[in-house]
């Protein structure tokens, strides 16, 4: 199975910062890696798909990047509303696996 | 409007089963591949099972494989869990989740409120 690893597991940062996050894999799974946004309390949401690709809706201050083993999502200025957990997904091959997720407070 | 509504979530004992179902609207149920989605409390997401539109090709997380059955309807646009020997660690709250292709990636692009199941003496 293809583990994913996320870092970092939490982070704090002010208002109008750059913020990245990042996922490994364990082999390589070319585009094949969606991020998510998990709000408290609330079901999560598709952030970016393809690695890279802004879902429709998505501010543009989001963004994805990366192919094989190394991914990043980065939050080029960092809004209030952004408070929430991320998740990277693996969707390259089965069993489809999650990262620890990365918890992001201001 | 695209949604998924689950249903189904109790408290069961260990050992114990439940089904959870997933009513999908506003879209071609039957052109979409399905999965279920798990979040224990204060946890991460952990995915658990796959089903293809046709319903033919399915799979199992290793840790429900043998105990979680994943079917659908699509005449009645719903997804099921059917769980069986029910253990603490299953504890979470389950969502279903759409699956789409997106410029040849794959992503989950809807995803239901989430269903509590609760596993407890």
Redo the contacts between chains.
Sequence with gaps: ?IQVTQSPSSLSASVGDRVTISCRASQGIS??L?W?Q?RPGQ????LI???S?L?SGVPSRFSGSGSGTAFTLTIKSLQPDDVA?Y?C?Q?YT????????TKVEI | EVQLVESGGNLVQPGGSLRLSCAATGFTFSSYHMHWVRQAPGTGLEWVSYISGSGRTIYYADSVKGRLTISRDNAKKSLSLQMNSLRDEDTAVYYCAREILLQDSNAFDIWGQGTMVTVSS
Excluded: C, E, K, R
């Excluded at chain 1, 079901?43 to 598709?46: A, E, F, H, S």
């Design positions: 199975d585009n094949g969606s998510y998990q079901v999560p949401t598709l798909y393809g690695a690709i879902q957990t998740y997904l969707d089965t069993p489809w696996t999650f990262g620890q997720g």
